[in-house]
């Protein structure tokens, strides 16, 4: 009679099938979709009352920068109430350090919930790689989520606690930890790493937009979505570093409102360093501020 296999085998055995099996399910789903926790939309849609109806439905996608700018869904509709404004229903989609075309499976199910108003990060089409391969978006996410998938399985989840801004609101910053990682990350060193990757950045031209977003902004004109983009506050010594001059940033966006019928907002207050993080991820309190100041301009459009 041959010895039963040892222990150790069929761990191993077993990590290696649950690695196959998820890798497979990755690859018959979008893992950004996964991440984005998109069923939001149709959740929002099918639990709909006459209540929730006449509210007006706001969808927000950008990155980190977002994420430190707008409240997580219930939480924006909490501090929404608390400012007076019981008319809205948000919905937040980011993903940090994220390319605009990790958010095109998302475009579809976007247009079917037919929300009121879309906020898009004006980075994400205001910018573009100099050098960006076709699919690079698929490839950054699928080499990305897959590492994050691994690492999820090794230590047993705790990997994905970056992914909670998809799940819920993350907890502020008390005011030591801001100091402390404001003197950590508001150095001559961490400027020079952003000033090299923006490097490989340039400012788009309005017919070098993507396919993926030509037809979004033409679906959601016709579906009665109103899309608009908002320059997110960032630190003088942030916005040094971007590509192109301030009146060449400011034509495309005219291009855009133009040819898109979508709409621009920026943020009139420029905002000291001690405002930030970093250089361009905003405190909570000037997250409240830059949300407070948001509500009052969608409410006058949406009127």
């Known amino acids: 009679m041959q010895p039963a296999p040892s222990l150790r085998i ?20 979008d893992p950004a979709l996964l991440v984005l926790n998109y069923k939001r939309l149709t959740d929002a849609t099918q639990k709909e009352t006459d209540l929730i109806s006449k509210k007006k439905h706001i969808v927000s ?5 977002t994420r430190h700018a707008i409240y997580y ?7 929404a109430r608390q400012n007076g404004f019981d008319n809205f229903l ?3 989609f980011v993903l940090g350090g994220s390319h605009l075309s990790q958010f095109y499976p998302l475009f579809d199910h976007i247009i079917a919930a037919k929300p009121d108003i879309v906020l898009f990060q004006s980075s994400f089409i205001a910018y573009k790689k100099k050098f960006q391969k076709k699919h690079h978006g698929q490839i950054h996410s699928y080499r990305y ?9 090794i230590s047993f989840g705790t990997s994905f606690k970056k992914f909670r801004h998809n799940r819920k609101q993350q907890e502020p910053l008390s005011l030591r930890t801001i100091k402390k990682r404001q003197s950590r990350s508001q150095t001559p060193s961490r400027l020079k790493r952003i000033a090299k990757r923006r490097m ?11 396919d993926e977003l030509d037809q979004f902004f033409k679906q959601a004109a016709d579906a009665g979505i109103k899309v608009i983009i908002l320059n997110l506050p960032r630190s003088e010594k942030s916005k ?22 979508i709409h621009c907002l920026d943020y009139p207050y420029q905002l000291g360093l001690e405002s930030f993080v970093d250089y361009h991820h905003m405190t909570p309190t000037s997250r409240e501020n830059y949300s407070s100041w948001l509500l009052k301009q969608l409410n006058t459009l949406i009127d």
């Open 200 to 210: 490989q950045w340039s400012l788009r031209k309005i017919d070098e937009i993507p």
């Open 240 to 261: 040094a570093g971007l590509p192109g001059t301030e009146e060449e940033y400011i034509r495309l966006m005219k291009d855009y409102e133009n040819n898109y019928q």
């Open 73 to 79: 869904d219930g939480e924006m509709n909490a501090f």
């Open 10 to 29: 069929w761990i191993c055995s077993l990590t290696i099938v649950c690695i196959i099996f998820g890798s497979l399910y990755l690859l018959a789903t």
């Open 90 to 92: 948000f919905i937040r």
């Open 61 to 65: 996608i950008g990155s980190s920068i």
């Open 145 to 153: 989520f897959f590492k994050q998938y691994v690492k999820y399985g």
